[in-house]
């Protein structure tokens, strides 16, 4: 089994839909859950992270954990066209200088 | 600021050139990081310096070279690559164990150098 497993899509959507990217993960060492939006061949921008079962909002994003399922997720409200790009999630230990270990990322298309 | 910098943002070489890439950051972190990623894929780590000494080497052939200079520069110099090292190689920095604060291991990636080996 993968250290984090995440459904690649592609996920098509229109345009004010709300987009439910999801992740899971075996290893319950990990206490600390990263989204990061990754545009065509650039370098993956960190959206958000949280280290706690629970919600974090930030806008239009909200990040969601629940470890006891080992199980996060980021929803996208009122999603834009902008918001068309790859979505990578990624755990890691509390520890600098540990790798973080991503899923394989989402690719998601917001159309107009 | 939570700003990388990496230079240049593209690079084409041939098989017997020697370059270096070149990553910058300012937020006072002290453990940097090289990724390369392939298309469709995601960041594999290569290297990690923690307080400017090499702390993780991933089995990366010797042909990439990583130096640490100081707390805010990390390079990266390439020799002899092949053309299956063509990739997007990343920076990263997050803050080093000393420091205070829960966030240790947030790590923030540069925009990537685009490589490509002829």
């Known amino acids: 089994q993968k250290e984090v497993e995440q459904d690649p899509g592609p996920l098509s959507v229109p345009e004010g839909a709300i987009v439910s990217l999801n992740c899971t993960y075996s290893n319950s060492a990990f206490q600390y859950f990263m989204w990061y939006r990754q545009y065509s061949r650039k370098g993956p921008e960190l959206l958000m992270y949280?280290?706690?079962?629970g919600n974090k909002e930030d806008g239009r994003f909200t990040a969601q954990v629940d470890k006891s399922s080992k199980y996060i997720s980021l929803f996208i409200r009122d999603s834009q066209p902008s918001d068309s790009a790859t979505y990578l999630c990624a755990i890691g230990r509390n520890q600098a200088g540990t790798a973080l270990i991503f899923g394989k990322g989402t690719t998601l298309s917001v159309s107009s | 600021d939570t700003e990388v910098t990496q230079t240049p943002k593209h690079l084409v070489m041939g098989m017997t050139n020697k370059k270096s890439l070149k990553c910058e950051q300012h937020m006072g972190h002290r453990a940097m990081y090289w990724y390369k990623q392939k298309a469709k894929k995601p960041p594999e780590l290569m290297f990690v310096y923690s307080y400017e000494k090499l702390s993780i080497n991933e089995s990366v052939p010797s042909r990439f070279s990583p130096e640490c200079p100081n707390s805010s520069l990390l390079n990266l110099h390439l020799h002899a690559l092949q053309p299956e090292d063509s990739a997007l190689y990343l920076c990263?920095?997050?803050?080093?164990?000393?420091?205070?604060?829960?966030?240790?291991?947030?790590?923030?990636f540069g925009a990537g150098t685009r490589l490509s080996v002829l």
């Open positions: 990263a920095s997050s803050q080093g164990n000393r420091l205070a604060g829960a966030a240790k291991n947030i790590q923030y």
């Open positions: 949280t280290y706690s079962s």
